[in-house]
């Protein structure tokens, strides 16, 4: 990061992106159930065509399409959404307007109105009423079925769920005398809907969009933190960080018991449990930031756990929320969810270690690793500690000088008072672990010793809190971040420095004008 932009003189620019982002697969399962009135999850899409790879979030609009395979899965899935509608009342009450009145043209016309709405996430032109009252009406007809209502119901239903204004997030805005575009009323409701819950908005948030409140700072702050104060945003919150801190790269994992007598197959999922239930703590209950998730050394163990962190008392399979010992542990960092998944199943791994925090903490800009690159070697005779064998193979004067040596490495070393399955280490082959490095952030090299003093020197860093930015930012407006985000993510990076809460960081984020603005132009 520059001079200028720790002073803030980064300009936040507009950035275009797509004006039709899908929704992701997770969105859709929730879009359903909330649409229809289920009371789980669908589960259908376990068995869409899967998305591209390619970015860390599964929300991002920049790479996801509909192939031919998701568009025939689109329509078996609405097709076995829709068809209990046809012979449950129960199902029809959920979505159908109570006390219908009037004629079957004006009962289709009210039904397709305010579920087309809902659908749609904004309200339906006369035009498109029109068509889907005529296809309402005509349903008996194609069907054969008796109950003309019930089969209008259930063929609109698996229409509306194939239609383009459903599986998309529409996004074309409305030109502004500025020369911007701006996002209407409900398109801008339906973004903040999908950024925090990952779902369609609800009642209030519909009713923000038709009176046009949401359209003014003061009333799309509210619904923002008003959204964050739901129990929806936890799921949102969870993604985010069990995507960024790869928590699925712990349920596969396993150690090897002739080392590690007391690894347990349950380990695995009560370490990513325990994190999950830490960033809970921190954001939604102590209302914290990006500093507490690096430093803190309150976490939650279970009776596993507790063997695996040294931590005495009586524990059950519940996780219960303890503090660790403040010399060993602070932050996500110095969790098994990291320290045994970044690990092979007899030694740690430092190379692993230090990549994961490079890319995913201070989002440094990592090249590629060279081609056919050697194995590490066994060590020497059972004298050498991870570290030497590492430093050997990658330090000064190998290949890997440059890039291991000078930003892997030294990340990576300050782990080593931590074994592969987590547990705190004193020795490494009978000989003393030297956690000791020094990291040349952008903001100048910095020395520690251990993994409590790196944790406090990356909670520190304007780098780092600007990478947690990023990394907001790419999940909340579900595309890439680009060069003219680079002032916006600067002062929410200040604000995170400053002790700015997570919720804090959204919020600005949503607040700010490329959420809800592009520039004018673009494809």
């Not at 520059?2 to 004006?19: H, Y």
């Not at 063929?155 to 996004?171: H, I, K, N, W």
């Not at 690990?343 to 090249?367: K, M, Q, W, Y």
Request: hydrophobic share 40%; glycine share 8%; aromatic share 8%.
């Amino acid at each position: 990061m520059t001079a200028s932009a720790r002073q803030g003189n980064v300009p936040e620019l507009l950035v275009d992106s797509t004006r039709f982002p899908r929704l992701s697969h997770a969105q859709w399962e929730n879009t359903v159930k909330d649409l229809l009135g289920l009371s789980a999850p669908s589960g259908l899409s376990a068995a869409f065509t899967t998305d591209p790879p390619g970015a860390t979030f599964a929300n991002n609009g920049e790479l996801l399409r509909v192939t031919p395979g998701l568009w025939a899965d689109y329509e078996k899935a609405a097709v076995t959404l829709a068809a209990p509608f046809s012979t449950d009342a129960a199902a029809r009450a959920r979505i159908v307007p109570a006390g219908l009145t009037g004629d079957d043209a004006a009962k289709a016309k009210a039904f397709v109105t305010a579920f087309g709405k809902r659908a749609y996430r904004r309200p339906l032109t006369a035009e498109e009423v029109t068509t889907y009252v005529k296809f309402f009406l005509d349903a008996k007809a194609t069907t054969g079925e008796a109950d003309g209502f019930a089969a209008g119901v259930r063929m609109t239903v698996q229409a509306m769920l194939q239609s383009p204004g459903f599986v998309y997030r529409v996004e074309l805005g409305e030109a502004q005398p500025d020369g911007t575009v701006r996002l209407t009323a409900w398109e801008l409701a339906s973004k903040l809907s999908y950024a925090l819950w990952a779902t369609m908005p609800d009642d209030k948030l519909f009713a923000a969009a038709e009176d046009g409140s949401i359209l003014t700072p003061a009333g799309l702050e509210r619904e923002a933190r008003r959204l964050l104060e739901d129990a929806r945003a936890v799921g949102a919150v969870d993604e985010f960080h069990h995507k960024l801190l790869q928590l699925e790269h712990i349920e596969t994992i396993s150690k090897d018991t002739a080392v590690f007598p007391a690894w347990k197959a349950t380990i695995p999922a009560a370490m990513q449990e325990e994190t999950r239930l830490f960033v809970r703590d921190v954001v939604f209950t102590r209302n914290a930031g990006l500093s507490t998730l690096l430093t803190s050394n309150e976490t939650f163990v279970n009776a596993d756990l507790a063997a695996v962190y040294g931590v005495s008392g009586t524990f059950g399979a519940k996780h219960q929320k303890v503090a660790l010992d403040p010399t060993q542990r602070a932050g996500f960092l110095t969790q098994g969810s990291f320290l045994a998944a970044n690990s092979g199943p007899r030694e740690t791994d430092p190379i692993h270690r230090g990549v994961f925090t490079n890319l995913n903490v201070i989002c440094a800009d990592l090249p590629p690793p060279p081609m056919n690159v050697p194995p590490l070697p066994k060590e020497s005779a059972g004298t050498k500690t991870m570290r030497e064998r590492v430093q050997t193979h990658t330090g000064p004067g190998t290949c890997g000088a440059g890039c291991h040596g000078t930003m892997i490495n030294p990340i990576g070393f300050a782990f080593e008072s931590f074994d592969a399955s987590g547990k705190w280490r004193t020795t490494d082959n009978g000989l003393p672990v030297d956690t000791k490095a020094t990291y040349e952030f952008k903001d100048g090299a910095h020395t520690y010793d251990g993994p409590v003093a790196l944790a406090k020197v990356l909670a520190a860093r304007p780098q780092v809190h600007g990478c947690y930015a990023q990394k907001w930012l790419e999940y909340t407006y579900g595309r890439f971040p680009a060069a003219g985000d680079g002032g916006l993510v600067d002062r929410v990076a200040r604000q995170s420095l400053g002790g700015g809460s997570v919720k804090d960081v959204i919020v600005t984020l949503v607040l700010a004008p490329s959420f809800s603005r592009r520039p004018a132009g673009g494809s």
